[in-house]
């Protein structure tokens, strides 16, 4: 039977006659004088008959207590707080449950219904009677799950739920990971990380290798946080890796250290092909800009010294850049050729002049790069010595090709200089043009070399070396006893000459065909015709015959012969009557077969 403890200054309980069944007859003169005390921990003020140290007491002023077995279970301050399992209420708590040592003592359990539909328990956050958040449970025949709702009770709107397995999904009640993601809507796609120093997401296996993105506020960084290699993969497969070395590796993910020769163990950069059709061992740079302005495909740069990122000038004959191609001897990689770009000439501001450098491997062992041919900064193409066009190659062999004036010059030793085969027929073997006419050409014919619109010629001077003076094409010339001079260059078989002023002259040279115009050092030299196809100056009024043999007339012009016999002073022989040209002085030019040697 309860029993209510005695009243203050009464000294004996209220007894049950005092109370009716219903406790609403409680005699009024006595619940008005009544005064329950205020109890302690030990002995409740209000308790039950043979468990006096169960009930309720107020421990001080405005404050009410529960308490089972002498313990304070529930705490209700003066200000409404509540507190259960502890006395000392967080002032900024409505409710502050403690947990004690041991089981499960200060959890909150919320129980739905006992059935496998989908009873299940529910926290409910209201503003103002309006839900706001709901988490709650779902009981189904698979699997409980645990969401967390904008809607009361309604899992289509559930933002987070986390399976029975410990499976979290944001934004997807079916979560197949750990953490699964599913971005949905115009806004709030993906994951926020934020932070005042260097956020950072990481991930970790093993407690060993670490994957890592992160930030510091200048700059972002992805990649292992630990001594292993990070792997790029399409469709399931490694197709990248950059190694702990700072490698990048395509297409393999074991870095070359075989390269014979090569300061370094590996290169940085390393392309494999993996079998397949050819397209897949290839490389390709492709742009869509037409470069119609300094730039490329492919950049090389390169600078003398200091740091990167500085400005250090390069000397001419630096290396700026070098392609080497390589094959296999079974154990290391060898380079069998490479090209090489170099400064080529006094650098300046935007001013870099280069040369390409072509090499490839001697039959040496080991193997030694040889150079083979160069372009230089002028275009100009050196083939077999590194000699500069504009100079003589004085030793070895080789090619030059001049691509400013057009020269070609070409040296050999003990061979050759050159040779040029016709195939299996007689012809042309080389020809000779002059403002794309062919003037001439050198064919073959059996066992007969035919040298076909030339004349033999050779240069001269003037007496003492005078300089240029105007002498009519096709005049006749005569040796003198003077020999010409170009400046250091030996000379013993070319002589002077003059217009002839000798009729019959036995020293007829030839005939004048034109000044030397090659080059600006020696301007005062010229070219006498002496044998072959060429044209001879006849005076006015003088005729000539095809046939006839014509000799000097003594001023620059020739004329017949009174006989046909070929003798000293003979100079040429007529072959047409046709004119090529007329002078001023009436004078005109007929062709002729020159004798003058």
């Known amino acids: 039977m309860t029993t209510i403890v005695t009243r203050t200054g009464k000294g004996s309980p209220l007894t049950h006659a005092e109370l009716d069944t219903n406790f609403t007859n409680l005699n009024t003169n006595k619940l008005e004088t009544a005064a329950i005390p205020l109890g302690t921990l030990a002995a409740p003020s209000i308790s039950f008959l043979s468990d006096a140290n169960t009930g309720i007491y107020s421990p001080a002023a405005d404050t009410l207590a529960f308490v089972t077995a002498g313990s304070n279970r529930v705490h209700i301050t003066s200000g409404g707080l509540v507190g259960i ?16 040592t041991g089981g499960d003592s200060g959890t909150v359990r919320l129980s739905g219904n006992d059935g496998a539909g989908d009873g299940g328990a529910a926290i409910v956050f209201a503003d103002n009677e309006t839900v706001k958040w709901t988490v709650f449970t779902r009981r189904f025949s698979s699997a409980n799950k645990l969401y967390i709702s904008t809607a009361e009770g309604d899992t289509a709107a559930s933002k987070v739920t986390i399976t029975e397995g410990g499976l979290v999904g944001i934004g997807t009640t079916g979560p197949t990971k750990a953490l699964e993601v599913a971005a949905g809507g115009t806004s709030g796609n993906g994951i926020l990380v934020t932070g005042s120093s260097s956020p950072q997401i990481l991930l970790t296996a093993n407690s060993s290798v670490s994957l890592s993105m992160q930030t510091d506020g200048s700059a972002g960084y992805f990649g292992t946080a630990t001594n292993h290699p990070l792997n790029f993969r399409t469709n399931n497969q ?10 990048l590796l395509i297409g393999t993910s074991t870095a070359r250290s075989n390269f014979y020769g090569t300061a370094a163990a590996s290169a940085a950069l390393q392309i494999e092909g993996q079998g397949g059709t050819g397209d897949s061992r290839r490389l390709a740079i492709i742009s ?13 740069a390169f600078q003398r010294s200091g740091a990167v990122g500085g400005n250090t000038i390069v000397q001419s004959g630096d290396l700026v850049g070098t392609v080497s191609y390589l094959g296999n001897e079974g154990t290391n990689f060898v380079t069998a050729a490479s090209f090489q770009a170099e400064v080529d000439g006094t650098v300046g501001a935007n001013r870099m002049p280069g040369r390409l450098v072509f090499s490839t491997a001697t039959n040496a062992s080991p193997s030694v790069l040889t150079e083979r041919m160069r372009i230089d900064n002028a275009g100009s193409l050196i083939y077999g010595t590194s000699t500069s066009p504009g100079a003589d190659i ?16 070409v040296r050999s030793n003990a061979s050759p200089v050159a040779a040029f085969n016709r195939g299996a027929d007689d012809g042309t073997i080389v020809e000779f043009k002059q403002d794309q006419t062919t003037e001439g050409t050198i064919s073959v014919s059996g066992t007969t070399v035919s040298y076909n619109g030339a004349h033999l010629s050779r240069w001269s001077q003037l007496p003492t070396g005078a300089e240029r003076t105007e002498i009519l094409r096709g005049s006749v010339l005569s040796n003198i006893d003077e020999m010409c001079e170009w400046g250091d260059e030996e000379n013993e078989q070319l002589n002077r000459m003059k217009v002839s002023t000798v009729q019959g002259d036995k020293n007829v040279s030839g005939v004048f065909q034109c000044w030397d115009d090659d080059d600006d050092t020696y301007i005062n030299d010229f070219y006498c015709a002496m044998t072959g196809d060429f044209i001879i100056r006849i005076a006015e009024g ?19 012969q009174d006989d046909d016999i070929i003798r000293s002073k003979t100079v040429a022989k007529v072959t047409s009557t046709n004119v090529s040209c007329t002078y001023e002085d009436g004078s005109y030019c007929v062709p002729c077969v020159l004798m003058a040697c």
């Open 542 to 560: 003088v005729t000539v015959e095809r046939g006839d043999l014509l000799m000097s007339a003594g001023d620059g012009t020739a004329k017949p």
């Open 394 to 409: 004085v030793s070895g062999t080789g090619f030059y090709y001049q691509i400013s004036t057009g020269l070609l010059y």
């Open 288 to 300: 869509s800009d037409n470069f119609s302005t300094a730039g490329g495909n492919l950049v090389l």
């Open 238 to 247: 490694d197709r990248a890796q950059i190694d702990t070395s700072g490698r």
């Open 85 to 100: 399992g502890t006395s000392n209420v967080n002032a900024g708590s409505k409710l502050h449950i403690a947990r004690n």
